[in-house]
């Protein structure tokens, strides 16, 4: 099992930036690829960003590519999330999420932590 906790989120303005932390405990070194995803009030769940184990590959959805940047720190069990130029379009729970096969199943999740970003 992995439990996954994240941290960060907060309100803040248009064009702020903001870090997201996700801390990972557990069989921490069966988690093949982690990412971050995030669900607006009344919307699904969608795709932000994923990173591979060694953080040497990365994927991000067009909508924040260049914008946010995804990273891990394994000695440290811990994956973030940079945001900058954030817009009202980004308020939503933000999720990480974690998977230990190299199909695109995310079988770990966090609590998700609430990001409001004001006009």
């Known amino acids: 099992q992995v439990q996954l906790v994240e941290s960060g989120g907060g309100m803040v303005q248009a064009g702020d930036s903001l870090r997201l932390s996700c801390a990972a405990s557990?069989?921490?070194?069966?988690?093949?690829?982690q990412g971050w995803f995030r669900q607006a009030q009344g919307k699904e769940r969608e795709f932000v960003a994923a990173?591979?184990?060694?953080?040497?590959?990365?994927d991000y959805d067009y909508s924040v590519k260049g914008r946010f940047t995804i990273s891990r720190d394994n000695a440290e069990n811990t994956m973030y999330l940079q945001m900058s130029s954030l817009k009202p379009e980004d308020t939503a729970v933000y999720y990480c999420?974690?998977?230990?096969?190299?199909?695109?199943?995310?079988?770990?999740w966090g609590q998700g932590t609430q990001v409001t970003v004001s006009s």
């Open positions: 990173i591979s184990r060694s953080g040497g590959t990365t």
């Open positions: 557990g069989r921490t070194s069966s988690i093949y690829g």
């Open positions: 999420a974690a998977r230990t096969t190299a199909t695109l199943k995310y079988e770990y």
